[in-house]
């Protein structure tokens, strides 16, 4: 098995809406159908698609392509094991909550 490794992908933001979530199921559907990745609401509420964007913690579904850097950094969230690509495993996390 490999271990981890970093990707880059280029995106056509004249083809894709205009958030990271939106870029990230366009790079999916074009380019790697392995891309792994939480997504559920869209809407910021669920956190489902929480990740490391330029190295702050944000959602996906809210964080617009226009405010990245070039090129921006994503990381699955920091401090999780990592099931695959920007999927951590979060079971244990939320058990701390309790």
Do not use: Y
Not at 31 to 47: A, H
Not at 62 to 68: E, I, K, N
Request: charged share 25%; with cysteine; net charge positive.
């Amino acid at each position: 098995m490999a271990g981890p490794r970093l990707d880059t992908f280029r995106v056509d933001l004249d083809d894709c809406e205009p958030m990271l979530l939106d870029a990230l199921i366009w790079m999916k559907n074009r380019i790697d159908p392995t891309l792994t990745f939480r997504r559920s609401c869209r809407e910021g509420v669920c956190g489902s698609c929480a990740m490391t964007i330029d190295g702050t913690n944000w959602t996906a579904c809210t964080r617009a392509m226009a405010d990245l850097a070039q090129p921006a950094t994503i990381f699955p969230l920091a401090n999780l094991p990592v099931i695959k690509d920007l999927v951590p495993d979060q079971s244990r996390a939320r058990h701390r909550r309790r």
